[in-house]
């Protein structure tokens, strides 16, 4: 990933936040690959996951491009103290006691939803450290949405369609779903709680991937990981 790809930071709360990144075409031509050959081999991980949707399929990296490229650059922005304290904190709870341990992060679960219209995501949040989205296929417009009969004259407007976070204050903080977003990225401590509203104009599949992120020790020498740029000491 090019280091001059904007990313935005939102900060909720002293503990939650998100970075929303838009992917290079070249990563997202790769996605859609592994995402064919999922459908091929149809492994589905929906018991393991809560949602209302009708197809999850567990989902590959065989280059590694989550770790290598997305996170390694969202973990090297100005907000890097975000994700090493919470690094921190998970290794202090794990009673590590070893100050100079270098640790290293590793792809736990990654899977690829298939969701149809009146489907829905409720509220939960992840195993992990560190959780992420990636959205591929957005089939809907917005303002369609928004202009449903029961749904123009309501004051949730911002529910329907999209995606939101909910803060540990129960304070709601929405990414609008929108053709726009496609290609799109978004980075969260694995805690924080989000749910997905159902659409309702389109007869398409809304496409997404996800997955999960966490630290391990690194056994041997860490100069067998050059090219690791979040390799984190504590």
């Not at 790809?5 to 592994?34: A, C, G, R, T």
């Not at 973990?75 to 009673?95: A, P, S, V």
């Not at 792809?107 to 298939?114: A, E, M, Q, S």
């Not at 020790?217 to 050059?226: E, M």
Request: proline share 4%.
């Amino acid at each position: 990933m090019e280091n001059n790809i904007p990313v935005i930071f939102e900060k909720i709360d002293s503990d939650n936040w998100y970075h929303l990144v838009k992917l290079p075409h070249e990563m997202i031509d790769y996605l859609w690959k592994q995402i064919d050959i999922a459908k091929q081999e149809n492994k589905s991980i929906k018991k393991e996951l809560v949602g209302n949707i009708h197809k999850s399929l567990y989902l590959k990296d065989p280059k590694n491009l989550i770790i290598d490229t997305i996170f390694t650059t969202l973990f090297n922005t100005q907000y890097k103290c975000y994700f090493t304290n919470i690094i921190k904190k998970h290794f202090r709870r794990t009673n590590v006691q070893h100050t100079g341990l270098y640790t290293k992060p590793v792809l736990d679960k990654l899977w690829v939803n298939f969701q149809r219209k009146y489907e829905f995501n409720p509220l939960h949040d992840h195993s992990g450290l560190f959780s992420f989205v990636i959205w591929m296929k957005i089939p809907y417009d917005l303002d369609d949405e928004r202009n449903l009969d029961f749904v123009k004259n309501a004051n949730t407007q911002s529910s329907v369609g999209n995606f939101t976070f909910v803060s540990n204050l129960m304070e709601s903080f929405t990414v609008e779903m929108d053709k726009e977003v496609e290609g799109s990225c978004v980075f969260f401590p694995s805690y924080l709680h989000h749910m997905v509203y159902p659409f309702y104009t389109s007869d398409e599949e809304r496409i997404t991937i996800s997955g999960n992120i966490f630290y391990e020790q690194i056994k041997d020498t860490v100069s067998n990981y050059p090219k690791i740029n979040s390799i984190y000491q504590i």
